[in-house]
C-alpha cells in the first residue's frame, strides 16, 4: 500500500482528496490514502487538544482500515508539529501538552519518538551552538539556552556533549584558517585564538598547536629582533650566527651520471614537496630532479653575512648577496647563486625557517 509522504507544510495546510479511479467507483471503494489526507485535514482545522480518539475511529470505519498502517506518516505528523514546536519556541505549557496529545494520540511507539526527537534536536541543538559562539563565547545566557533545548529535545548529555565540541573545533579550525591564511600569526591574533580556546573550553588539536607555532615563528622571523647563537665555529669580525642545523646533505643537480669510484653517491628521480611560504595551504606541487649526486654532509650554519657548511670533506660558505634565489621544499632548500652550480640542501628540519631567514638578511 503507497504511503503519502512530504504531504504537510511548517504545520499542516488543508489537501484536496484524491478522486476515486473507475474501478474504485464501479467496486465502491475509496482510495485509502484519504484516510491520511482526512487525518491531515483534521490537524489543519482544528486545534490539537480538541482532537481525540473517537475522531480517529471515524475516519478508520468511513475506510475500513487501521491507521496504525500508516505508521510513517503519523510519525512525520509527530515530526512536523514537534519541529514547528520547537523552531517557535512553543514547547511550553500547551505547546507541551499538544505535543503528548499527538504522541498519545497516535499511539506512537517510545523507540519512534525518541529516534526522532533525537533527530530534530540534533539539527536544532547545532544550529543553537553555532549561532551561540559565532563571536568565539559562550555565555550564560547561551548555556542556559542549550541547557533548557537539551530538555525539550530529550537528547542525551552525551550527545549534546558531542555536538558542542564538534562546532566548537570546526569554529576553531576556521578561525586558525582566517588568521594565518598569508602564513603569519601576530602577537595580537594569537590572543584571540587563545581567548576563543578559553572561553569556548575546547583545546587546539595538536596539528593546530603546529600550525600556529610555525606561523607566528614566520612572523617573528620577518618582524622581531634576530637573536644570535654560539656556535663551535670560528666566524668573522661583527659576524654572528643566527641558525644552525645539523645532519644536512648537500646535492647538485647533474645530467648525467659517470661514478669515478664506487663511494660517488647519486640519486635518481628524486621529488620534493614545495612550500609556499605565503599561504597556509598544503604542498601540492613536486618538484622532481632525474640526477642529483651527494656532495657532502655536515652541519650549516646561517650568519649575517653568509651560508657556511661545515662537512665531513671540506668547509664551504656562500655569501649571502650571491644567492639569488632560495627555493623552499619540506625536505630543505634549492639555492640557485649568481655563479657556481646551484645547492639542493637537504635538512630534516628548518628549511622554511632558513629560506625566510636569508631573504630578511639579504
Not at 26 to 52: F, G, K, M, W
Request: proline share 2%; charged share 20%.
Amino acid at each position: 500500500m503507497k504511503l503519502i509522504e512530504n504531504m504537510m507544510s511548517a504545520v499542516f495546510e488543508i489537501r484536496p482528496l484524491i478522486t476515486q479511479s473507475f474501478m474504485q467507483r464501479l467496486l465502491r471503494q475509496q482510495p485509502v490514502e484519504n484516510a491520511v489526507i482526512e487525518l491531515n485535514n483534521l490537524l489543519a482545522t482544528q486545534s490539537i487538544l480538541t482532537i481525540n480518539s473517537t475522531d480517529l475511529a471515524a475516519i478508520e470505519q468511513r475506510y475500513g482500515l487501521s491507521l496504525s498502517q500508516f505508521m510513517l506518516n503519523l510519525e512525520e505528523f509527530y515530526a512536523v508539529y514537534f519541529n514547528y514546536q520547537l523552531t517557535n519556541q512553543l514547547l511550553v505549557g500547551n505547546g507541551l501538552a499538544e505535543l503528548n496529545h499527538l504522541r498519545t494520540l497516535f499511539q506512537l511507539p517510545s523507540q519512534s519518538v525518541e529516534m526522532i526527537h533525537n533527530r530534530i534536536g540534533e539539527v536544532a541543538y547545532r544550529q543553537r551552538v553555532e549561532k551561540a559562539i559565532v563571536y568565539g563565547q559562550v555565555t550564560a545566557e547561551d548555556k542556559a539556552a542549550l541547557l533548557e533545548l537539551q530538555t525539550v529535545t530529550s537528547i542525551s548529555s552525551e550527545l549534546a556533549g558531542a555536538i558542542f565540541e564538534k562546532v566548537c573545533r570546526a569554529h576553531l579550525n576556521q578561525l586558525v584558517k582566517q588568521l594565518s591564511i598569508n602564513a603569519r600569526i601576530t602577537p595580537d591574533e594569537e590572543q584571540q585564538l587563545q581567548r576563543t580556546v578559553e572561553n569556548l573550553g575546547i583545546p587546539l588539536s595538536a596539528e593546530e598547536e603546529q600550525e600556529i607555532e610555525r606561523f607566528r615563528r614566520y612572523w617573528a622571523v620577518e618582524n622581531k629582533p634576530l637573536e644570535s647563537i654560539e656556535v663551535a665555529i670560528a666566524l668573522q669580525k661583527s659576524e654572528v650566527c643566527y641558525l644552525h642545523v645539523g645532519s644536512v646533505q648537500w646535492y647538485e643537480e647533474r645530467a648525467t651520471s659517470r661514478r669515478n669510484n664506487y663511494y660517488d653517491h647519486y640519486e635518481f628521480n628524486r621529488s620534493f614537496d614545495l612550500l609556499d611560504l605565503q599561504s597556509n595551504s598544503l604542498p601540492t606541487q613536486k618538484e622532481t630532479f632525474p640526477i642529483l649526486k651527494r656532495i657532502n654532509i655536515g652541519e650549516l650554519y646561517l650568519t649575517n653575512k653568509r651560508l657556511i657548511f661545515e662537512g665531513t670533506e671540506k668547509v664551504t660558505s656562500v655569501k649571502l648577496n650571491t644567492i639569488n634565489t632560495a627555493k623552499v621544499y619540506k625536505q630543505g632548500i634549492s639555492l640557485n647563486k649568481l655563479t657556481g652550480k646551484d645547492m639542493l640542501l637537504l635538512m630534516s628540519h628548518d628549511a622554511d625557517i632558513l629560506v625566510l631567514l636569508i631573504q630578511r638578511l639579504q
